[in-house]
């Protein structure tokens, strides 16, 4: 029997901002690693549902809904880099478009609580174009669109930053870069370089890696000649 998702939850006590609570998926799991971390993070435990979901990884390695729980586990805690790794994770190895559009809405559920409403309306917009159903990721999606008009009203235009030297990586660009690199080392560098580009239009920062990002595309034009 297919595992099904906890409901996702709403926040009624944010007055014109709606947050989706990020939900859990629950397995059938066949190790008492997993089991103990899912009695953990229901417990509140995270750092040891972390500790517990790794080791259940090792110990189940293709159970990739263990890396959701895990991304989970490490957003409860504040590790945002740690844990758009996990769920990117979970979304390269995930079969179903539900499966790979709860990742890129739990991505943009992480952003948008760190007000960054570029990078989140990029995975909501995501997450709505692999389950156009998915009502929560929609008012999400069109409350981060407003997010940003707010900011562009507000900052006016922007300075042209093609000579400006590159800023402190977020910790969504790092994550990027992370996930750019694993591609890269199973050669697959026309991907990475389409993951750093759609990454780099929906977050300035990840223009520190701009040498990383030339030395991908350099190597993915010659593959391709």
Do not use: C
Request: net charge negative; hydrophobic share 35%.
């Amino acid at each position: 029997m297919k595992p099904l998702p906890l409901p996702k939850t709403f926040d009624h006590l944010k007055r014109n901002l709606l947050y989706i609570a990020l939900f859990l998926v629950f397995t059938a799991f066949a190790n008492d690693e997993a089991r103990q971390a899912n009695s953990a993070f229901e417990e509140g435990n995270y750092e040891e549902a972390e500790e517990l979901y790794k080791a259940a990884i090792d110990a189940s390695p293709d159970d990739y809904k263990l890396y959701f729980n895990l991304g989970n586990a490490q957003a409860k805690q504040g590790k945002i880099e740690e844990a758009i790794d996990s769920f990117m994770e979970f979304r390269s190895l995930a079969e179903s478009p539900q499966d790979k559009s709860s990742a890129e809405y739990n991505i943009g559920t992480l952003l948008a609580e760190d007000r960054k409403w570029k990078p989140a309306a990029t995975h909501f917009k995501n997450a709505l174009k692999l389950d156009p159903s998915d009502l929560d990721a929609k008012h999400n999606y069109e409350r981060a669109l407003a997010e940003i008009q707010n900011e562009e009203d507000e900052g006016g235009e922007e300075q042209n930053q093609e000579n400006q030297p590159p800023p402190e990586p977020s910790e969504y660009a790092i994550a990027m870069k992370k996930q750019a690199e694993k591609l890269v080392a199973e050669r697959r560098y026309q991907d990475a370089y389409n993951l750093m580009q759609r990454a780099l239009e929906a977050d300035d920062t990840v223009r520190a890696f701009n040498d990383f990002i030339e030395r991908i595309r350099n190597v993915s034009e010659i593959n391709s000649n």
